[in-house]
């Protein structure tokens, strides 16, 4: 089993920047395919990106790319979220996710492990 810790996130006018940082405890996690999701108020929690274990493949959604970057440092049982260019439509509380699959998926129903979320909010 793994623990997942969330962490970066804050307040950034649309256009900023912002690195988010999941990370998690159990010697496993290398084994594990980790995504981003996030919630908007009023809105269904959506998948953004996610990363195999190797950090060799990604999937993004279609609203970030070309704008987030999805990295992992195995040795620091670590997973990042850099956030270019954000728009106030990034806002909303962001989740990490993790489980073992043989490549990135999509569907939050395929994730056993969560974290507790952290808060991004773009001011327009």
């Known amino acids: 089993q793994v623990q997942l810790v969330e962490s970066g996130g804050g307040l950034v006018q649309a256009g900023g920047s912002l690195r988010l940082s999941c990370t998690a405890s159990g010697r496993s996690f290398s084994t594990y395919v980790v995504a981003w999701f996030r919630q908007a108020p009023g809105k269904e929690r959506e998948f953004v990106v996610g990363?195999?274990?190797?950090?060799?493949?990604?999937k993004y959604a279609d609203s970030v790319k070309g704008r987030f970057t999805i990295s992992r440092d195995n040795a620091k049982n670590t997973v990042y979220l850099q956030m270019n260019s954000l728009e106030a439509e990034d806002t909303g509380v962001y989740y990490c996710?993790?489980?073992?699959?043989?490549?990135?998926?999509?569907?939050?129903?395929?994730?056993?492990?969560w974290g507790q979320g952290t808060q991004v909010t773009v001011s327009a």
């Open positions: 996710a993790g489980d073992v699959h043989i490549f990135v998926v999509t569907s939050q129903g395929l994730y056993a492990f």
């Open positions: 990363i195999n274990q190797s950090g060799t493949s990604t």
